[in-house]
């Protein structure tokens, strides 16, 4: 009886171990794309930063130069706002993704 119980044993932590090295791809598989996810943030807030440049240089009726510009700098703020969502989610993930060691 017990031979058989170790040998359950053994094959639920065989499962267990399987399945944690599939959570922890997932895990790195996710962490790549939200760090690709956020440089692409990061690169569509530089250009939306350096649009909001270009259009206070260019010579154009005030209010609607105001208007315009209002609106890019409303949109850079929630890019910002959703880039720095996506670091904590990679930072949560991380953090869940890493194995927690106990005492022996």
């Known amino acids: 009886m017990a031979a058989k119980r170790t040998t359950?044993?053994?094959k639920?932590?065989?499962a267990l171990i399987e399945q944690n090295l599939v959570l922890s791809k997932k895990?790195?598989?996710l962490i790549r794309?939200?760090?690709t996810l956020t440089d692409r943030v990061?690169?569509?807030?530089?250009?939306?930063?350096?649009?909001?440049k270009e259009i206070g240089k260019v010579e154009t009726s005030e209010?609607?130069?105001?208007?315009l510009s209002s609106s890019l700098n409303q949109l850079l703020d929630q890019?910002?706002?959703?880039a720095?969502?996506?670091?904590?989610?990679?930072?949560?993930?991380r953090k869940r993704s890493q194995p927690e060691v106990g005492p022996i």
């Open 8 to 10: 359950k044993d053994e």
């Open 12 to 14: 639920l932590l065989h």
């Open 27 to 29: 895990s790195a598989k």
């Open 33 to 35: 794309s939200v760090r």
């Open 42 to 52: 990061d690169n569509l807030v530089s250009i939306f930063e350096k649009a909001s």
């Open 63 to 67: 209010d609607m130069l105001r208007s």
């Open 79 to 82: 890019n910002k706002t959703i």
């Open 84 to 93: 720095s969502g996506l670091i904590a989610l990679e930072q949560y993930i």
